[in-house]
């Protein structure tokens, strides 16, 4: 089984950046669809951010248009989400996912799961 590694987490001030990476455990692992959910204490996890393998019209949950960017590398296996300005209500735990299906990329359905980095953003 194919597994997500996170890293990029940490603490940041309000205002602030930082920006995740998710690489699969096999190198030739290339699904259609990656992005990244959050979970907050006491909420539902969500979906932020997703990219298809393509990258064109990626989604972005509203909160986070115009702060947060998705991206792939060329290779198809590496994605990323460059967070800028960051606001308190962004700490989370982050967690990147994949799929093959565009239309099954939701908490419940996405097959392939990283364990999660934790954000935290103080005011």
């Known amino acids: 089984q194919v597994q997500l590694v996170e890293s990029g987490g940490g603490l940041v001030q309000a205002g602030g950046s930082l920006r995740l990476s998710c690489t699969p455990s096999m190198r030739s692992f290339a699904p259609y669809v990656m992005g990244w959910f959050r979970q907050a204490p006491g909420k539902e996890r969500e979906l932020v951010a997703a990219?298809?393998?393509?990258?064109?019209?990626?989604y972005y949950t509203d909160s986070v248009k115009g702060r947060f960017t998705i991206s792939r590398d060329n290779t198809q296996t590496t994605v990323y989400l460059q967070m800028n300005m960051l606001k308190p209500e962004d700490t989370a735990v982050y967690y990147c996912a994949a799929d093959w299906n565009w239309g099954r990329f939701t908490a419940k359905e996405a097959n392939f799961w990283g364990q999660g980095t934790q954000v935290t953003v103080s005011s």
């Open positions: 990219i298809r393998r393509d990258g064109l019209s990626p």
